[in-house]
């Protein structure tokens, strides 16, 4: 007869314990999101972070390595982005550095998911307009495993495709796996600033 007393509580305690951790899990995402909309990270910068961005992430990494994060974004608001010429940049030697590209959108076959293990993407449209695909990496079936001198694994996914423009900036952390560079129907060229910043454990 005890039994089911003993499995109701058990039962219970599950439902509570699991009841916390999401309340917690929203809490923290809350707690996160209000720290970006602050804009404390980048107090002068008039590019607006894309939602789509991990906010819990953005924060954690920003705060273990804000020298890095300030040299960034100090880049990123440069109003002399858009005379830059192509190529890659230093900003902290190996561990912040930035590439401009200059060229066409890519047709979406072109295009594979990828993800970074070492440097977080930040990327930024400086002229035209593209499609990016993001999707977790946890919901994606890897096509080329990480290979540690390039950076990056491939996979195929189903994810949402969002709009890229001047107007605000993305950042793929390593669990995020991206497609970016996509063609928009009468946008034809791209140039695009990727800023590599190094990932925090």
Partial sequence: MKTPK?????????????????????ASV????????SHVWAKDLEI?????????????????NKELW???????????LSTIAPGKYPIDGDNVFAIITLGA??????VKWES??????????????IKIGVSPV????????????????NYTAEGKY???TPKEFFLFFPQDAHRPDIKIDGADTLKKLVIKIRYKE
């Fill in 6 to 26: 003993i499995t109701l509580l058990l039962s219970f305690l599950l439902i509570a314990g699991l009841t916390y951790a999401q309340t917690d899990s929203a």
């Fill in 162 to 164: 969002l709009t890229a």
């Fill in 48 to 64: 607006k972070p894309d939602p789509s961005i991990n906010s819990i992430e953005f924060e954690r990494q920003y705060e273990s």
């Fill in 70 to 80: 300030d040299k960034a974004f100090s880049y990123l608001g440069d109003e002399k």
């Fill in 30 to 37: 809350k707690k996160a999101n209000k720290w970006v909309k």
């Fill in 105 to 110: 959108p890519k047709k979406l076959e072109d």
């Fill in 138 to 153: 946890s919901a994606a079936k890897v096509t080329e495993p990480y290979g540690d001198s390039r950076d990056a694994a």
């Fill in 116 to 129: 970074h293990r070492k440097y977080i993407d930040l990327q930024y449209v400086i002229r035209g307009k």
